[in-house]
């Protein structure tokens, strides 16, 4: 009876190791996943702020317009949100999704600059 009982008590202490292991795994997962969307928001408000004037397209410089910055504060707000959600709580599938329409956001953002280019060089063929 005495083995029975040791491995009880071996499994329930291996149970219980892994659970520590896992949340120990989750909260530096966490913390990394804190600090990389950190750095994003750190530049998306950047963007916004108008503290970058200007972004490189196609290897030339082009001015961040007032609703480009708009649309940067947006991808700013999302993320912070994303961080909030991280913050509270480590779902996998739902930081996924969240990253997906993050993704969106930012390539939104990004085609505002080119749409306008592209506007822009209309313009200059009509009136030539």
């Not at 504060?73 to 994303?82: E, L, P, S, T």
């Amino acid at each position: 009876m005495a083995g029975k009982t040791s491995r009880k008590n071996m499994i329930s202490r291996r149970v219980a190791n892994l659970k520590d292991s896992i949340a120990v795994d989750t909260q530096k997962m966490r913390g990394k996943t804190l600090k990389k969307l950190e750095d994003l928001f750190d530049l998306a408000v950047s963007l916004a702020k108008g503290e970058v004037k200007t972004q490189t397209e196609e290897g030339r410089e082009n001015p961040v317009t007032l609703k480009q910055r708009q649309m940067w504060a947006r991808v700013a707000a999302y993320i912070a949100q994303i961080m909030n959600s991280v913050a509270s709580g480590f779902d996998e599938r739902q930081i996924d999704a969240d990253l997906d329409e993050l993704e969106r956001l930012v390539n939104e953002a990004k085609a505002k600059a080119k749409s306008k280019k592209t506007k822009r060089k209309a313009k200059r063929t009509r009136r030539a």
